[in-house]
């Protein structure tokens, strides 16, 4: 009788660790999934910055000031990513005494910061809803002096 009663008790055992190698794989697999759409954000947001700044930096070679740079960057952000909040863009003008902006001899160099919030799909779970990433970028607007001479 106690042996029959002892058997009974060792029944569903499995289930109960097969529920919770199902609840790890969860966690990792979303762990995965919401780290891989943090890296893909990140780059996105890299991407849009580097593509600013050197927008940005452009606009020194039709002479305008720091007000047309800082419009013409957070333009060029708003068309490409939509949702970046915090845009700061520096130049030397702005930020004087800054040893990246000022150089000596004096170059043409913008900096952009922008911050963006990635929501997560999985990590919600766990009590992580989203987070919030930065990216920052020097652009430099390198005029090219080219002389060509052809002589016969």
Do not use: H, W
């Amino acid at each position: 009788m106690i042996k029959k009663f002892t058997k009974n008790l060792e029944r569903g055992q499995a289930i109960i660790l097969i529920a919770f190698a199902i609840i790890g794989m969860i966690a990792i697999v979303g762990l995965m999934t919401d780290g891989g759409i943090l890296l893909i954000e990140y780059a996105r947001l890299k991407r849009g910055i580097d593509a600013a700044s050197v927008a940005a930096a452009q606009q020194f070679r039709k002479g305008y000031v720091a007000a047309d740079l800082a419009k013409a960057g957070e333009e060029f952000l708003r068309l490409n990513q939509s949702d970046v909040a915090n845009v700061q863009i520096d130049t030397c003008t702005t930020l004087p005494g800054d040893p990246v902006l000022c150089t000596d001899p004096p170059r043409k160099l913008v900096r952009i910061t922008a911050t963006r919030v990635v929501t997560f799909g999985f990590m919600r779970v766990v009590g992580f809803n989203s987070t919030t990433i930065s990216a920052s970028s020097v652009g430099e607007a390198a005029s090219i002096d080219l002389v060509l001479a052809v002589d016969t």
